[in-house]
């Protein structure tokens, strides 16, 4: 089954830019594979960041990121970006990469069949 990777966490200042990558690997369900961001923080429960579709057509993002994170990918074999600026203290969490066939209930977390081991982001002030 399909296997999910993320990079690009780390520690930043409030302020600052961080750039997170999903690579997928092994074989995925079909062309319409639609990808996105979930995110952890501290004795919170998993929230949703970002969504895209297959072909990168079509995106979605929770209104607490509208604006300053960028959800990216070419095509439905490229690695999955979350450019993330303009960064607050209340970003710090895990960020967890999804994957699920078709791009309905995107925002709900347990329509995704794959999920990576998540990037810990610390927005320090």
């Known amino acids: 089954q399909a296997q999910l990777e993320e990079s690009g966490g780390g520690p930043v200042q409030a302020g600052g830019s961080l750039r997170l990558s999903c690579t997928a690997s092994g074989p995925t369900p079909n062309s319409n594979f639609a990808m996105a961001w979930f995110r952890q923080g501290p004795g919170k429960e998993r929230e949703f960041v970002a969504a895209i579709t297959w072909n990168g057509a079509y995106t979605r993002y929770a209104d607490f990121v509208k604006g300053r994170f960028t959800i990216s990918r070419d095509n439905a074999k490229a690695p999955v970006y979350l450019q993330m600026t303009s960064l607050k203290t209340e970003d710090t969490a895990v960020y967890y990469c999804?994957?699920?066939?078709?791009?309905?209930?995107?925002?709900?977390?347990?329509?995704?069949?794959?999920w990576g081991q998540g990037t810990q982001v610390t927005v320090s002030s």
């Open positions: 999804a994957a699920k066939t078709g791009f309905t209930d995107y925002r709900r977390m347990y329509n995704y069949d794959y």
